[in-house]
T-cell receptor, first 114, second 115 residues
Framework: RKEVEQDPGPFNVPEGATVAFNCTYS??????FFWYRQDCRKEPKLLMS???SGNEDGRFTAQLNRASQYISLLIRDSKLSDSATYLC???????????????FGAGTQVVVTP | DTEVTQTPKHLVMGMTNKKSLKCEQH?????MYWYKQKAKKPPELMFV???????INESVPSRFSPECPNSSLLNLHLHALQPEDSALYLC??????????????FGQGTRLTVV
């Protein structure tokens, strides 16, 4: 079983619509969670960190469900520029004194259409 | 400033060549990372440096040799690579590895082609 799993999509979303997708993680000791976006042939860019209480940044809302071990991302009022691959990233404990293992999911592709 | 700078942006090398990838950050981060990304796949962790010491090696072949000369610089020395090593090599940094909720910031990557 992969440590971080995502629905690869693609999610085809009309402009202005809402899209949401999840990411599950297997290591219950994971502590830090992030969403990154990656455009074709570019580096991953931090979209937002995901906090226990959930958090919102403009049109983007992230939630964390520790009991079921998943995080979610919701995009409201989708723009054409939101088309990208969204990568779920979990920071896992590598040793007793180190959290340095940022583990990536395979990514969810979102395509926003006019 | 959340910039991680990688050079070169593109590199073509033969299987007998020796080359180095360079990464630099001036955010005062004490953790630096090398990732490898193949097309349509997520980045895969290769190495983690924490306070200039190698803390994680994800069983990477010895033809890849990392080096951290100081807290701002990270190198990846390449020797006797194979064509299947062609990929996007990403460097990242974070404040430190010992704290939770510390984000990683990525450089633009070096697109490596081994011929």
């Amino acid at each position: 079983r992969k440590e971080v799993e995502q629905d690869p999509g693609p999610f085809n979303v009309p402009e202005g619509a809402t899209v949401a997708f999840n990411c599950t993680y297997s290591n219950s000791a994971s502590q830090s969670f992030f969403w990154y976006r990656q455009d074709c042939r570019k580096e991953p860019k931090l979209l937002m960190s995901v906090y226990s209480s959930g958090n919102e940044d403009g049109r983007f809302t992230a939630q964390l469900n520790r009991a079921s071990q998943y995080i979610s991302l919701l995009i409201r009022d989708s723009k054409l520029s939101d088309s990208a691959t969204y990568l779920c990233v979990v920071n896992m404990r590598a040793r007793s004194d180190s959290w340095g293992k940022f583990q990536f999911g395979a990514g969810t592709q979102v395509v926003v259409t006019p | 400033d959340t910039e991680v700078t990688q050079t070169p942006k593109h590199l073509v090398m033969g299987m007998t060549n020796k080359k180095s990838l360079k990464c630099e950050q001036h955010m005062g981060h004490r953790a630096m990372y090398w990732y490898k990304q193949k097309a349509k796949k997520p980045p895969e962790l290769m190495f983690v440096y924490s306070y200039e010491k190698l803390s994680i090696n994800e069983s990477v072949p010895s033809r890849f040799s990392p080096e951290c000369p100081n807290s701002s610089l990270l190198n990846l020395h390449l020797h006797a690579l194979q064509p299947e090593d062609s990929a996007l090599y990403l460097c990242a940094s974070s404040r430190e590895t010992g704290a939770v909720n510390t984000e990683a910031f990525f450089g633009q990557g070096t697109r490596l082609t081994v011929v």
